[in-house]
């Protein structure tokens, strides 16, 4: 069935939308039962039963690019992380969305935050991550309320929190929010504002963040 969109809101005809698909959809909320009613988890479901490399190599495949400017291949940063790593990895979901005029993450975080959740899941047992971090900016406190109550939804229905879907894999996700700086959304800007300092950006190189984070 094609997809209905609200009217004067239809995607350009030639657009094949993958990440906004649920954007302004005709009768989809941002709630876990109507995520769930479209087929919403069974991605997470599949990679949970997948050799970690397996996803990493997929995610690559597919094409994939971060949405932070400089479309940086995803499973390529993924791979970053060595396997024989011991040290603590953490995933940080950058949603500072501070340049004027940028639009790519408030419409995720406002009407379809499950996708988030359950792709950050993803990342986070890719990676071997137990914790993740949503940064949120200051000015978005409607976006923070939202994907807040749809992690006590993930939760509840057992997709995050110990021994997800009874694989052994534990995750958790908090939103932190900003206060409101530009800065804090160049990521190791972030990172320090996360530790509770100055977001003052770090000296890159010789540690990029994937090496030496949070
Ligand atoms: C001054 C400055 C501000 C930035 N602000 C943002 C931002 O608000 N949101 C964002 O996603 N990336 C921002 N970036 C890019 C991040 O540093 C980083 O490249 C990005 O979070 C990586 O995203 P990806 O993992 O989706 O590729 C900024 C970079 C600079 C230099």
Redesign the pocket.
């Known amino acids: 069935m094609a997809v209905q969109y609200l009217p004067g809101k239809e995607p350009h005809s030639r657009e094949n939308r993958l990440i906004f698909k649920n954007i302004d959809r005709v009768g989809y909320d941002p709630s876990i039962e109507c995520y769930l009613k479209d087929g919403g988890y069974e991605q997470m479901k599949a990679a949970l039963k997948m050799e970690k490399s397996a996803i990493i190599n997929e995610v690559k495949a597919s094409g994939l690019?971060?949405?932070?400017?400089?479309?940086?291949p995803?499973g390529v940063?993924w791979g970053f992380i060595p396997p024989t790593n011991t040290k603590p990895v953490y995933l940080i979901c950058?949603a500072?969305?501070?340049?004027p005029g940028?639009f790519k993450?408030r419409y995720i975080l406002h009407q379809d935050p499950h996708q988030l959740i359950e792709g950050m899941a993803i990342a986070c047992f890719a990676v071997n991550a137990k914790l993740a971090y949503i940064y949120i900016r200051e000015e978005f406190p409607h976006a923070a309320k939202i994907v807040e109550k749809a992690i006590a939804e993930a939760k509840a229905n057992g997709f995050l929190g110990k021994n997800i879907l009874g694989t052994g894999f534990d995750c958790e996700i908090y939103v932190h929010r900003g206060a409101g700086a530009?800065?804090c959304?160049?990521?190791t800007g972030l990172i320090e504002s996360l530790e509770g300092k100055r977001p003052y950006p770090r000296i890159k190189p010789p540690y990029f963040p994937a090496a030496l984070g949070l």
Do not use: H
């Open positions: 690019r971060g949405r932070g400017g400089a479309g940086f995803t940063k950058n500072d969305e501070s340049e940028t993450d530009y800065i959304g160049e990521e």
